[in-house]
């Protein structure tokens, strides 16, 4: 499976963006998507995920209650729609697939490329 992130771009604190996130095959539903996140100089984390089949989601203490994540299974496409941005939301957002975890980006696969998010003023 190949994913596509897009959706990124330049907001100022307290803005919104929705991102979003394609897969080039069905994604199954005994499978995990998840959004993680990297700033520079710093490893990637967790932000939110999303079980395909029953559409449980989990997020990241750092952005509960700002972000929601969705998904579109017709669609084979994952959102994450971000709300009341911060400074420290600044950060490359990558999609991936995983079959077990959930917050460990070790076991994700198929990152596609990732897309920018910067918040600033």
């Known amino acids: 499976v190949q994913l596509q992130a897009s959706g990124g771009g330049l907001v100022q604190p307290g803005g919104s963006l929705k991102l979003a996130c394609g897969a080039s095959?069905?994604?199954?539903?005994?499978?995990?998507m998840g959004w993680f996140r990297q700033a520079p100089g710093k490893e990637r984390e967790f932000a939110a995920a999303?079980?395909?089949?029953?559409?449980?989601?989990y997020y990241a203490d750092a952005v509960k209650g700002r972000f929601t994540i969705s998904r579109d299974s017709a669609k084979n496409t994952m959102f994450l729609q971000m709300h009341t941005l911060k400074p420290e939301d600044t950060a490359v957002y990558y999609c991936?697939?995983?079959?077990?975890?959930?917050?460990?980006?070790?076991?994700?696969?198929?990152w596609g490329q990732g897309t920018q998010v910067t918040v600033s003023s």
């Open positions: 991936g697939l995983s079959t077990s975890d959930i917050t460990n980006y070790r076991e994700y696969r198929s």
């Open positions: 095959e069905r994604i199954f539903s005994s499978h995990i």
């Open positions: 999303i079980r395909w089949g029953t559409g449980r989601t």
